[in-house]
């Protein structure tokens, strides 16, 4: 499989299509569902350029939107505006759609961020960077964030702190997803949101971003130790499954309250087959709802959010190291090895 280009010249004449944008990419990062690729458990298109992570600046665009100098993120799938999909505004699941990452090179070439340069080709959201979002804060950006916050546009009406019931949430795993959901949630106004997870070191973390951490160990009520904070039954407004473990699901079914909300953001591979009971679901009312990528409108909205937040957080922290192209196989292990939020490439080095 051919995995990454190294392109030698600036390109100026690939650009064949109206609508395209071609971008020189100034940093990708190794998202978890590349790793999934190259290990078997997912299968992509090949030979393609993997990768979807990242930003650069366009060197040559044929869209009156998109200049030349311009730093950007870009979608992470293209949408036609036409099917029905799109007629009900889920561009995110066109019928048309080209996957950033997963397509043969033949049919787009360089759509792909392991690369020096990236075409986008039309119908891709392309979201002009602030300089303050450095490439380690906005590598990430078009992939985790965007998700998330599409994940809390599904979020109903909560009351805000100092109401009657102020909102608390749940967000089960500390990972990427889960750590730009809960500044998410914090800066959208719940009081408290409590994140699980079984990794200790990623779960600290979670309280650098506003979270109050709770290991599965002590999470519920027949807890080891009485003083450790518990989460109670009935109690949580939003859980957001953001750990890709179907068995995170009985807990969370749990410690909903009656007319909760579940997303479900990460359980999005085979081995997700849920063994949850529907009378739990239906004699609380809840709602159960699916979150997958995200439209132009979100990845704006991250882009918005992160340059808004990006000092109140340490957003910076969770781009580990950052390795040449030719390094890639390094850059991989090195993400395998869950030391790290994201590594990342830089394609020019
Ligand atoms: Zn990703
Ligand atoms: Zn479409």
């Known amino acids: 499989m051919s995995l990454f280009l190294r392109v030698q010249r600036p390109m100026r004449g690939v650009i064949t299509s109206a609508n395209e944008v071609l971008i020189s990419v100034e940093l990708a990062a ?3 569902s590349d790793i999934h690729t190259l290990v078997g458990q997912r299968s992509t298109p090949h030979p393609c350029v993997l990768g979807h992570e990242g930003c650069g600046v366009v060197v040559k665009s044929s ?3 998109v200049r030349e100098g311009d730093r950007v993120t870009w979608g992470i799938s293209t949408s036609c505006g036409s099917c029905f999909p799109c007629s009900l505004g889920l561009t995110n ?4 759609q080209i996957k950033c990452g997963q397509v043969l090179i033949k049919r787009a070439t360089l759509f792909g961020s392991y690369s020096t340069h990236i075409r986008c080709p039309a ?7 602030p300089p303050a979002l450095t490439p380690q804060l906005a590598a990430p950006i078009n992939c985790p964030l965007a998700t ?7 979020i109903p009406p909560v009351p805000r702190p100092g109401q009657p019931g102020a909102s608390v949430a749940l967000v089960q795993g500390a990972g990427m997803l889960g750590i730009y959901g809960i500044a998410l949630l914090k800066e959208a106004g719940f009081s408290k949101v409590y994140c699980i997870d079984v990794n200790r070191s990623r779960l600290s973390r979670s309280a650098d971003f506003g979270a109050t951490p709770v290991h599965p160990d002590q999470a519920w009520p027949n807890a080891l130790d009485p003083k450790e904070e ?3 039954p009935d109690s949580i407004d939003v859980v957001i499954e953001a750990c890709g473990n179907k ?4 807990q969370g079914l749990k410690t909903l309250r009656v ?3 579940y997303i479900l953001v990460g359980l999005v591979h085979k081995d997700s087959k849920l063994n949850i009971s529907s009378q739990t679901v239906v004699t609380k009312c809840l709602s159960l709802v699916g979150v997958h990528n995200y439209t132009s409108q979100h990845l704006e909205e991250a882009v918005k959010f992160l340059s808004l937040h990006h000092d109140k957080y340490p957003f910076s922290s969770l781009m580990g190291p950052v390795y040449p192209l030719s390094e890639f196989r390094n850059a991989v292990e090195g993400a395998k090895s869950a030391h790290f939020f994201r590594v990342g490439i830089n394609p020019h080095t």
């Open 63 to 65: 869209r009156p939107d």
């Open 148 to 154: 998330m916050v599409n994940a809390l546009s599904k």
């Open 247 to 250: 068995d995170v699901l009985q």
């Open 93 to 96: 699941k066109c019928e048309n």
């Open 30 to 32: 190794i998202c978890g």
């Open 230 to 232: 518990i989460v109670s």
């Open 123 to 129: 119908g891709t959201p392309i979201v002009k960077l």
């Open 259 to 261: 007319g909760g909300t």
